[in-house]
């Protein structure tokens, strides 16, 4: 019989080092640990995740001593929010939204162009999102003067900076820097399973999985793993020689596994298939790629519904029989990942019936990222306004001031929930076939902390409709989207565009056509002819009023505005006020009779008046057309 081959020698050895590196693993788990801990709001957290007072004890600590939990790359001291967990611990969306935690960190983490993340058999981070940062020479800055430059912190002669303006173009004598800013951390499939069976996840120093069981008396299992080892070395040995005639029979087990390879992988494609399991993402259910392909008939063009902000909306069918819309990214990167995320934890938190309804999504492991949402047939209000559907004239009054208080219901709601929408505009508002109203689009949503009166952020939202304070000041709060909605008041009483390159230069935004108008109280110029604003006295009323109360939503000082439940409090005043005395009351005035009673009826119609108020001095943009855009700029 031939001698063992030194391939055969090889693997022996290997075999022996991997078990006397399980005894010396074994041994150092038998430290004290608890198998528990409470992290509040997470709840109970275990192994492999620990506190910070007991590093040692898992492969990653987490921090619960603040308001918001945090979880510790300790080779990096790098410390990410935790910004949402699943349901059983296993999986943690990780962020530094604000590069609040990237001051605290070791000055070697800039040394390279990006951040390289730990490599582990058991837990597995992956990047949703990077912010470039530049890593300059004091000296260079100092002389250059980059007044777009932020300083986030300093490492010997060299800063780190944030560009306000987003112009990812290098700046002289800089170098580029990928800074995670979203990350996911989960558990792996073997760690989760170890997990569940009362066991701990251990990486061998070979990069190989190990689960270290712990139950009964752990010197007990060491001397149990020395007998083992023995029998096993002397099993090995012996099996040195069935090699050689595992050998003979090779060709044929190989034979074998090419008939079951294509089985084996269609078994695969079937249990990765989400649509066939009942795993959830984020609480919300998932589907595949392939049947939302199929619902959209392979995403036909003449399927398009329109542009969903990062995305287009295609209109769909699913196999039970369900009516739905599915976004499509543009694009797959860090930027659209991030607002495809941010609208699957803003819509998931949220249940209000006039906000569009978030059916789940594609598995991050998808071809391609899809959200799937319920289906608002009757289009949005942009389109009934002043686009294809305007010809019907089917947006009566009543119709547009139930639009609008539906409207300022739903932001109303949306902001007692601690969300600013940020693109509140005519082409997110959804109509179903009774008119009623289906606020979408929450890609640029932020949750607001309740305990800060602004956020400093790039701004971001449709021109015309953005908030000229937040545009300035770059403070975003729920003032900005009562500014939007003001714009939106405008467009239903006027059926114009809130932006049009054919107006006068100084007219181009409806909020300064329209407060010229205000101002010098020629609303007959302002609200559309066909809503009978000569002819019927309440429509001549209720548009005046509407008009007014949009003229406090656009002021320019954000101290000026209303808040939205006061917004919402004056439409429905409006709507429900008895313009029948109000009429009678007025005609006796003009025929010089005393006051009377019926006034008391209507003073609330006169309690806000514009009068008092500072004209808006608007920003301007000239653009090259009509059609919305959307700025994909950075958060």
């Not at 752990?218 to 096993?232: E, F, S, Y």
């Not at 000041?473 to 003001?486: A, I, P, R």
């Amino acid at each position: 019989m031939a001698s063992p081959s030194p391939s055969c020698i090889a693997a022996t050895l290997f075999l022996l080092s991997n078990l006397l590196q399980l005894l010396s693993t074994e041994a150092q788990a038998g430290q004290n640990c608890p198998s528990a801990f409470e992290c509040s709001p997470l709840g109970t957290l275990g192994y492999p995740f620990t506190t910070i007072f007991r590093p040692k004890c898992g492969l990653y600590a987490i921090n619960c001593t603040g308001a918001t939990p945090t979880i510790g790359l300790i080779q990096y001291d790098l410390w990410f929010d935790v910004l949402h967990s699943s349901s059983n611990n296993k999986s943690f969306l990780l962020g530094d939204p604000f590069l609040l935690h990237t001051v605290s960190c070791k000055c070697n983490v800039f040394d390279q162009t990006s951040l390289i993340l730990p490599n582990s058999s058991s837990v597995s981070f992956k990047i949703l999102w990077t912010q470039i940062l530049w890593k300059c020479s004091k000296k260079v800055i100092n002389e250059s003067g980059h007044e777009s430059l932020r300083l986030i912190r300093y490492c010997g002669d060299h800063g780190i900076y944030q560009n306000h303006f987003l112009d990812e173009a290098t700046p002289p004598n800089c170098s580029k820097v990928d800074y995670p800013r979203y990350l996911i951390v989960e558990l792996s499939y073997q760690c989760l399973q170890c997990v569940s069976e009362g066991g701990q996840c251990q990486d061998l120093e070979s990069g190989r999985f190990h689960c270290i069981k712990r139950k009964g008396n752990v010197q007990a299992q060491i001397k149990g793993r020395r007998k083992l080892i023995l029998l096993l070395g002397l099993g090995i040995l012996g099996g040195i020689v069935a090699l050689f005639i595992l050998g003979l029979v090779f060709w044929h087990i190989r034979k074998i596994k090419l008939k079951l390879g294509s089985a084996a992988s269609a078994s695969r494609n079937i249990s990765a298939d989400p649509a066939r399991t009942s795993k959830m993402y984020f609480s919300l259910p998932i589907f595949s790629y392939y049947e939302l392909e199929e619902a959209t008939n392979n995403f036909d063009s003449a399927m398009e519904l329109g542009d969903g902000g990062f995305g287009t909306v295609y209109y769909g069918k699913l196999k039970d029989g369900r009516e739905v819309a599915v976004k499509r990214l543009y694009e797959r990167n860090y930027r659209r990942l991030e607002q495809f995320m941010n609208e699957i934890e803003i819509l998931n938190r949220l249940r209000h019936q006039n906000l569009v309804s978030l059916y789940g999504c594609t598995s991050r492991r998808s071809r391609e990222l899809l959200l799937v949402y319920e289906y608002v047939a009757n289009g949005t209000v942009a389109e009934h306004l002043h686009g294809d559907r305007a010809k019907c004239g089917t947006l009566t009054w009543p119709i547009r001031m139930s639009i609008a208080i539906e409207t300022a219901r739903a932001l109303s709601y949306l902001h007692a929930s601690d969300i600013i929408h940020r693109d509140v505009k005519t082409n997110n508002i959804l109509l179903d076939n009774c008119f009623r109203v289906k606020m979408a689009d929450f890609g640029l949503s932020r949750l607001f902390p309740t305990d800060v009166t602004h956020i400093s952020t790039v701004p971001q939202g449709t021109p015309g409709y953005l908030d000229p304070e937040y545009h300035q000041c770059y403070q975003l709060t729920g003032k900005s989207d009562v500014y939007s909605f003001g714009v939106v008041l405008l467009e239903l009483i006027s059926s114009l565009p809130a932006v049009d390159v054919n107006r006068k230069d100084d007219e181009i935004n409806l909020s300064c056509y329209a407060m010229k108008r205000i101002q010098s109280c020629a609303f007959s110029e302002l609200v559309d002819p066909r809503l009978g604003f000569e002819l019927n006295f309440k429509v001549r009323r209720m548009t005046t009023l509407v008009a007014e109360l949009a003229f406090r939503c656009l002021q320019h000082k954000k101290e000026f505005r209303p808040s939205m439940d006061e917004v919402l409090e004056d439409l429905m005043n409006i709507e429900s006020a008895d313009y029948e005395v109000i009429k009678a009351a007025e005609k006796d005035e003009n025929n010089g009779k005393s006051k009377t009673q019926p006034e008391a009826d209507y003073a609330w119609l006169l309690r806000h008046t514009s009068e008092d108020l500072p004209s808006p001095k608007s920003v301007i943009h000239k653009w090259s057309s009509s059609k919305s855009i959307t700025p994909a700029t950075s958060r």
